[in-house]
């Protein structure tokens, strides 16, 4: 097995949703993140690399409790894999996606007053074992 780590950016708020599993309801929440790789290309521009990455449980709980659009986070996961899809102009593209196993939030948590981030806590960040998990 192996384990991939990935540093970006939230691109969009987070959204809580509950799934029915064998176990009973579970928490589900999805981030969209951008990830800068690599230098910048010709024309000046960043090359970044899009993952759809999904939390489980209480890291999911967690997760769209403190994270907004624009935030910085860290992410661990030992399931990254290539979704292939075709526009509607007939390009093929692919999507990343993933399990996220750890999280950490880098820099201030989302404000439900306004967008700006405050400072963090001074607490351990939290990480929670997804090995257990039903999915």
Not at 12 to 26: F, H, I, Q, W, Y
Not at 45 to 69: D, H, M, P
Request: hydrophobic share 35%.
């Amino acid at each position: 097995m192996y384990n991939t780590t990935f540093i970006g950016n939230i691109t969009k708020d987070c959204t809580l949703r509950k799934v029915n599993t064998a176990s009973g309801e579970t928490s589900v929440c999805d981030l969209d993140i951008a990830v800068n790789y690599g230098r910048r290309n010709e024309d000046g521009k960043q090359n970044v690399i899009y993952i759809r990455a999904t939390a489980w449980a209480r890291l999911a709980e967690v997760a769209a409790k403190y994270l907004g659009k624009g935030q910085k986070v860290y992410i661990s996961t030992e399931d990254l894999h290539a979704r292939a899809y075709t526009t509607k102009d007939g390009k093929v593209g692919a999507s990343m996606e993933c399990t996220i196993k750890e999280l950490e939030m880098l820099g201030g948590r989302k404000s439900a007053s306004s967008e700006t981030a405050e400072a963090p806590a001074a607490a351990e960040p939290e990480t929670i074992d997804t090995a257990n998990l039903p999915f």
